[in-house]
C-alpha cells in the first residue's frame, strides 16, 4: 500500500496533511464509506454549535471489523481527528468556527484507502447561507 502526504494549499481550505492511499488488493477494492451529517446546518456564529458526522464504513455488504480508524478533516471549524468503527459506524463532532461567516463547508471521512465527503452549510441566525 503506498501513503502519499500532500498540503491543500488553497487559502480558504484546511492546511495540513491529507493521506492518500491506492488499493493494493481485491478485498479494499469492495470497501464503501458513507457520510452523513446531523444537522446539516450550523449556526456561523455560534462556536459552542455542533454536528454529530457518522461515517459508515462497509466491506461488500458487511460493516467492517470493529475498530477499523477513520481519519476526519474539514475545510472550516474543528473535528475530531480519527474514531475507531463499532459495528461499521465512526462517529466525530464537527464543531462551528463561530466566525460569521456563513458558508458551505467540506467533511471529509477516510477509511483505509476509501473516502467520501459530504457538505454542512454555515448559516447566520436568520438562515441566510
Do not use: H
Amino acid at each position: 500500500m503506498r501513503l502519499t502526504c500532500f498540503l491543500i494549499a488553497m487559502p480558504f481550505l484546511l492546511s495540513g496533511c491529507a493521506f492518500s492511499v491506492a488499493p493494493t488488493d481485491s478485498e479494499e477494492s469492495t470497501l464503501t464509506v458513507d457520510i452523513s451529517a446531523y444537522p446539516t446546518q450550523l449556526s456561523a456564529e455560534d462556536s459552542s454549535a455542533t454536528a454529530e458526522v457518522w461515517a459508515t464504513v462497509l466491506q461488500g455488504i458487511n460493516p467492517v471489523k470493529d475498530g477499523t480508524i477513520v481519519r476526519f478533516a474539514t475545510t472550516a471549524g474543528e473535528i475530531t481527528a480519527e474514531s475507531q468503527t463499532q459495528d461499521g459506524l465512526a462517529v466525530a463532532q464537527l464543531i462551528s468556527p463561530g466566525d460569521g461567516r456563513p458558508r458551505r463547508v467540506a467533511v471529509v471521512a477516510q477509511a483505509l484507502t476509501i473516502r467520501d465527503t459530504f457538505d454542512v452549510d454555515l448559516v447566520l441566525k436568520d438562515g441566510g447561507l
